[in-house]
Nanobody, 118 residues
Framework: QVQLVESGGGLVQPGGSLRLSCAVSRNIFSFNVMGWYRQAPGEQRELVAELTNSDNTNYADSVKGRFTISRDNAKNTVDLQMNTLKPEDTAVYYC????????????WGQGTQVTVSS
């Protein structure tokens, strides 16, 4: 079983920054896709950013230019740098990894709360 542990959430003022980190218990090269999702109260979980093992990235339109996803291969972590935060970024953020071989398998972290408020 793969464990994903998120850290770095908290309360920040609008315009501020936070960096989320996800520690993965397995070599991240064993996964085809790594990413971050978020879920606000009363809303569906949505993609924030994805990174493939060939370094292709995909961002939600609402975070383009403000958020950056990256990985540290030595530490087996997937990070999300969030700048110029807005109140609408408030949500629980979840780390996600998945592999496609031999079957599609996905894992989720427990989530970390991000609150943007003055």
């Amino acid at each position: 079983q793969v464990q994903l542990v998120e850290s770095g959430g908290g309360l920040v003022q609008p315009g501020g920054s936070l960096r989320l980190s996800c520690a993965v218990s397995r070599n991240i090269f064993s996964f085809n896709v790594m990413g971050w999702y978020r879920q606000a109260p009363g809303e569906q979980r949505e993609l924030v950013a994805e990174l493939t093992n060939s370094d292709n990235t995909n961002y939600a339109d609402s975070v383009k230019g403000r958020f950056t996803i990256s990985r540290d291969n030595a530490k087996n972590t997937v990070d999300l740098q969030m700048n110029t935060l807005k109140p609408e970024d408030t949500a629980v953020y979840y780390c996600h990894v998945r592999s496609y071989y031999p079957t599609t398998t996905a894992y989720w972290g427990q989530g970390t709360q991000v609150t943007v408020s003055s």
